[in-house]
């Protein structure tokens, strides 16, 4: 089993290749899929405020 994503301590580590799938899946936005990483970037600061 491999692992696609790690998240620890505020730092998200991303299988390059999920991120071209989130990329491809968005029809090549990847304005978007910034956007969403970055919302679940934020989500972590919040949940230990």
Sequence with gaps: MSQ???????TILIDYKLVFKAIR???GNWE??????????????TDDE
């Design 4 to 10: 696609k994503m790690i998240v620890t301590d505020k």
């Design 32 to 45: 978007k899929v910034e956007q969403e990483l970055q919302a679940y970037f934020d989500s972590l600061a």
């Design 25 to 27: 899946e968005e029809q």
